[in-house]
Nanobody, 124 residues
Framework: QVQLVESGGGLVQAGGSLRLSCADS????????MGWFRQVLGKEREFVAA????????YYADSVKGRFTISRDNAKNMVYLSMNSLKPEDTAVYYC?????????????????WGQGTQVIVSS
């Protein structure tokens, strides 16, 4: 059974930084692409970033490109999202996801597993 557990969310001022972490247990971590989605209350979840199983390929939403960096450590079964130059519009619940790289970045999102989410609040 897949378990994705996020951590690292919190309250930060605009312009600040946070690093989210996601621990993956219960599956063959290195075989899957990993990613992050986010959701604002009352709105649909939106794609943020994805990294391929090897870590060689990454893909970002235009809204975070140049500010966020996704990375993974297959030895530790961890994936990270480093967020810099945060803006109030980055405020959301951030979810760690697993699946195929094509599925995660597709407009018709196909995600195999979701974490429980971690709240990020960026104050102005």
């Amino acid at each position: 059974q897949v378990q994705l557990v996020e951590s690292g969310g919190g309250l930060v001022q605009a312009g600040g930084s946070l690093r989210l972490s996601c621990a993956d247990s219960g599956r063959t971590f290195s075989n899957d692409a990993m990613g992050w989605f986010r959701q604002v209350l009352g709105k649909e979840r939106e794609f943020v970033a994805a990294v391929s199983w090897s870590g060689a390929s990454t893909y970002y939403a235009d809204s975070v490109k140049g500010r966020f960096t996704i990375s993974r450590d297959n030895a530790k079964n961890m994936v990270y999202l480093s967020m810099n130059s945060l803006k109030p519009e980055d405020t959301a619940v951030y979810y760690c996801v697993a699946g195929s790289f094509a599925g995660l970045i597709s407009p018709h999102t196909a995600v195999d597993s979701w974490g429980q989410g971690t709240q990020v609040i960026v104050s102005s």
